[in-house]
């Protein structure tokens, strides 16, 4: 009896030290899809002693904050471009730890089913931040609806603009809020993670959309202090293993492609 005792409480001890002992890694998201992948890899971490803490923001400036003051260890919602825009901006270092997946960028309606019923003067509603803005413009102008000084410029904005026949009328707003007034424009281009948000599907619903080759990978992101620790290496790896790309594939049905 003393000798099954002593096992059960050994095998206490075990399992109190392992979950003591778990490392704890705390990442920013967006709910989606950043936030949903993140917690299906969170069982896969929990196995190899990571204690995944995920915490869900809906705007694109926090996130970055977060882990540059130390708050939080890593963000997982935006793109190289934004990132490199960011870092400028704020005078921040943060760094790219390992790219994920693709979110196609598009354009939205709920007046017209095609660009080519777009008006002149339209209201055209596109992100306000430089990088995304620049990447709705880039977008229109693949469509043939405007052209831009410098036709590669990511960061570009209204005033960048060289040629606009339809002479259209861009309103910038903060990204997260482009679907919920998508009834008061005539067109928006949506972030997919926002568009998901809203209950639109951006393989159906997008007038036009990026094709695969976009350079805008989302990223995990964290700092050169922590970039390199076992935790974050092993969320790198879960994060582009080929389940999460069986995942990203099945669940979002191409409005989300893995970019490895």
Known sequence: MNFKKTLV????????????????????????????????VKPQLAEQGVELDVKVFTDYIQPNIQVDQKRMDANF????PYLDEFNDGRGTDLVTVTGVHVEPFGAYSS??????????GAVVAIPNDPTN??????????AGLITLEDESKITATPRDIADNPKDLDFKELEAATLPRILN????????????????????????IIEGSESPYVNILVA????????????????????????????????AVVPAF
């Open 184 to 207: 008061q424009v005539d067109v928006a281009l949506i972030n997919t993670n926002y568009a998901l948000e809203a209950g639109l599907n951006p393989s159906e619903d997008a007038l």
């Open 111 to 120: 007046k017209i089913d095609s660009l080519d019923e777009l008006e002149e």
């Open 133 to 142: 803005g620049g990447r709705a413009l880039l977008l229109l102008q693949k």
């Open 77 to 80: 919602f935006q793109h190289q």
């Open 223 to 254: 700092r050169p202090d922590n970039k390199d620790s076992d935790a974050m290496k092993k969320l790198a790896a879960a994060l582009t293993s080929e389940d999460v790309k069986d995942f990203i594939m099945e669940k979002y049905e191409g």
């Open 9 to 40: 409480a050994l095998a206490a001890v075990a399992i109190f030290s392992s979950a003591a002992s778990a490392e704890k890694l705390s990442v920013a998201a967006t709910p989606v899809p950043h936030a949903e992948i993140l917690e299906f």
